[in-house]
Structure formats: C-alpha cells, structure tokens
C-alpha cells in the first residue's frame, strides 16, 4: 500500500480498536471516504460491498438522505437536552413510546444510552440495584456463555466470554462467571444430535449455577445468535432448555438484541424468531441504522417496580449518561423505525435472506468450506482443514484472515472471527448484490485455498 498524507496522519494520531497496533504502524490500513446503498469507497477510489454492514449495523446502508435530513432539522430545533432530574424532550418520549411498541412480550420502560456496551452496562447495574431492593444483596453474579459479545465497559467486557478482550485487562471482573458456547457444529460430540448438545449446554449451566449457589446469581446474558462468537445460530431445543433452568433458580434474563434487533433475523427480535421470554433486553446498533450512537435497554414492570421502590427510598435514582437519549439521535432513531415499517424491511430479509443462507450452504463444496449456517442476514462460514473429522487449521496459518484479506483484495468487506467467517450486510441489500457478494466470496476462497491447502 502506498502511504498518502490522511493514512500518515492516521498512524500518527490514531489508537484503533480491535487491531494489531504494531503491525498497523508499519502497514497501515484503508481510509474510507463515502458510501452509497450497501457500497464503501476508500480514498483510492476502490468500491467494497460492505458485507458486514460496518460493524453490524449499518442496516439500510451509507447513503439514506431522510436520516440526514432529520438529524440537521432536529439540530436546527433543540441540538441537546438531557433526560436527568425530571426534563424531557419530544424526541425522546415518541421514541420510547414507537420502541415499546414492537418490543418483545413484557417490556415496559426504556431507558436511552450511546452504546450497546453502555446499554448492557447500565443493565448489570439495575440487576444489582433490583436484587437490593429486593433485600438480596448476595444474588449479584451474572453468567455469559464463551464467545458470547456484550460490550466493552469494564462490566460488559466481564459478561462477554472474549479471551482476547480480557487478555491483560484484569478482566473479566470475579462476580461475571461463564458457561458453555453453544456451537454445534465446533462441539457436538459424534452422534450427539442438536437436541441432544442443548440438553448438555442447559445441563451443564445448571451445574454451574448450583456451584456458584442459586442464591448468589443473578442474571443470564445471552445473544438470540452470538455475534462476536462467529454469527452462531443456536442448536434446536437450546433456549427452551437454557430458560427452564433460569426460571427454576430465579434468574434474570436479559437478551442481547444488538445485532438481531430490528429485522436482522428476519423478525423484529431475535427473541421471537427464538420464542425467547427476557426480563431485560438490549438494543442499539439498527435502531438508528448507525446514523446515529443510540442504545436503548428495555425492562419488565417487575424491575421497574422495584426500581421506584428502591429509588423512593433514597431520594433518587443514581444513573445516568450526558448523552444518553440525545434529541437528535433519538429523532433519527424514530425515523428510522419508520423507514423499517414503511418499506417492509422485515419481508425484504425473509425474500433475499434464503437466498444468501442456500448461497453460503452451497459453498460447503468448497475445500476451505466445513459448514454455513445462519438465518435471514445474519451468517456464518466455517474453516476447517478436514471437514469430514471436523479438524481445525493450525492457529499460526490464520486461515480466516487469509480468506478475510484475498475477499478485500476483490472488493468484498467480511469479518474472520477466528476461522469462521461473518456476514451481516445492510438489510437493503438486494438479490443481485447478494450474488455479488457470493460470487466475490468464492474468489476469496479460491485465492486462499493454494495457501492453506498447498497440493
């Protein structure tokens, strides 16, 4: 790469996040300078389809003008105001009032951050602050599963089961416990059916729970499909098996909707495509399609309840972000749900979602390819050096970086977490670019496969 003035600048000013910083120093990276429809363009001129909607999230793509358009008149309006000591403002109400109202089953009040992280954050605190209403100080622990994603807080790193986040930041803190990655296919035992691996996942989070004590665990976070994990779509029975052991032992359960909120799994909610029952839920990420930081956790009246309980007791309810439920991304965030409703987002991924889920399943063909699997926009791809005994490549080799980096070579952005390969395009993504995008995928693989499989 040819260094230009911006990406000089760039190695000069910049931490990134999530990369390697001693090889970015000399290599430095790629400068992105607009987008259009489900397309980035770096300052070369170079054209990608962003198959992973930025970070997840940007679900009607780089180029949607109404967003824009709100934001400045909102801007023009009232450009800041809080939500602390009583205020409000009209962005924020009519927003929580369109929120509650296509929310999961039992969710009742809304409170706004900037962040997924904060989001969960801010939950793990009112999980506390519920169990001491209650006069149960000692149910504080909260259990996340390996690999499963929450955030980057101190608290929301510690729910997350991501060694390489905890990695020399004394994380996770010692109240956050973890349990089992449900990946199937990585971990079934031969001849262990899909039902068969859930009953052992609910099995052992049972045993986990009965050695911590019930009596001082609290909650359960878990994704509808694991993100950071890999796009892992749960085994059959997993959630109806996981929630009858959370409901035996009085554990809460909060559902990470982040990345499967607002359509990604070809429902509204992840939890309803997997008939999931939360105390609390998470959002962020499409509820504003990225245009704008907004978060926003969800909570069941029997919370609340005990948080006005609780908060009569002392005079106050101690939280809150400057930031949190901003004016204008809380009217972006309105018109984007609009945007969703008014162009049947939800049947456009139920009409192209199969076709990218059978396209990623046809390439199990491939030598690279062990397995794929997801559901509507959501998807992840395999690796593996001996499909037929399910034996990984060797770490050194980085196979899903090869793959990762020959895709960006051919103009096509996708994410290796590890191995495996993710894909979560813009929910506008249409029939054509999804052929694109198989197509440049398979020349990805092919320009790896001499590599990683030398003849």
């Known amino acids: 790469m040819i260094a230009n003035s911006h990406d000089l600048l760039d190695r000069a000013t910049l931490i990134h996040q999530q990369t390697d910083l001693a090889a970015y120093q000399d290599t430095g990276g790629t400068i992105m300078k607009h987008g259009e429809g489900v397309y980035v363009f770096d300052e070369a001129g170079n054209k990608y389809l962003e198959a992973m909607a930025g970070l997840w999230c940007a679900s009607l793509g780089f180029s949607e003008k109404r967003l824009a358009e709100v934001a400045y008149k909102q801007m023009l309006e009232l450009p800041y105001y809080h939500t602390f000591f009583a205020k409000s403002h009209v962005p924020s109400v009519e927003l929580a009032d369109r929120l509650l109202a296509i929310a999961p089953k ?33 149910k504080k622990k909260i259990i996340g599963r390996v690999r ?30 973890h349990t089992d990655n449900p990946h199937y296919y990585r971990f079934h035992e031969d001849g262990e059916t899909e039902e068969a691996f859930s009953t052992r996942m609910a099995d ?81 990420k499409a509820l504003s399609a990225s245009y704008q930081p907004i978060s926003a956790l969800m909570i069941s009246d029997k919370i609340y309840e005990a948080m006005v309980s609780e908060s009569k007791k002392l005079g106050t309810f101690g939280h809150g972000f400057t930031y949190g439920g901003h004016p204008v991304a809380c009217a972006v965030a309105s018109e984007t749900l ?118």
């Not at 706004?112 to 602050?129: H, L, M, T």
Request: proline share 6%; charged share 20%.
């Open 106 to 138: 039992g969710m009742s009040k809304v409170m706004f951050q900037c962040s997924g992280s904060e989001a969960n954050d801010a939950a793990i605190k009112i999980i506390w602050y519920y169990n001491n209403a209650l006069g149960r100080p000692q």
């Open 148 to 177: 499963g994603y929450h955030g980057n807080t101190v608290a929301s790193v510690s729910v997350s089961g991501q060694p390489h986040m905890h990695a020399d930041f004394d994380a996770p803190l010692a109240m956050f416990k």
């Open 204 to 284: 052992n989070l049972e045993k986990l729970i009965l050695a911590e004590g019930p009596e001082t665990v609290a909650a359960f976070f878990a994704e509808p499909v694991q993100g950071g994990g890999g796009a892992i779509t749960p085994p059959a029975g997993y959630f109806e098996k996981i929630q009858a052991v959370l409901k035996k032992y009085d554990v809460l359960f909060l559902a990470d909707e982040v990345i499967c909120g607002f359509g990604r799994t070809g429902n509204m909610w992840g939890s309803e495509t997997y008939d999931l029952k939360p105390d609390l839920v998470s959002c962020a």
């Open 338 to 455: 609009k945007i969703y409703e008014e162009r049947d987002i939800l049947g456009h991924v139920r009409k192209v979602g199969p076709l990218l889920q059978q396209g990623l399943k046809d390439l199990e063909a491939h030598p690279l390819v062990g397995n794929a699997r997801g559901v509507g926009l959501i998807a992840g791809v395999e690796l593996m050096a001996d499909k037929a005994k399910r034996i990984p490549f060797a770490p050194e080799l980085k196979a899903g970086i090869q793959v990762m980096e020959e895709c960006h070579k051919v103009g096509l952005i996708v994410r290796a977490i590890g191995d495996r390969i993710a894909f979560t395009p813009p929910l506008v993504i249409s029939a054509g670019e999804i052929d694109e995008l198989l197509a440049k995928f398979r020349k990805g693989l092919d320009a790896a496969l001499p590599r990683l499989m030398p003849a």
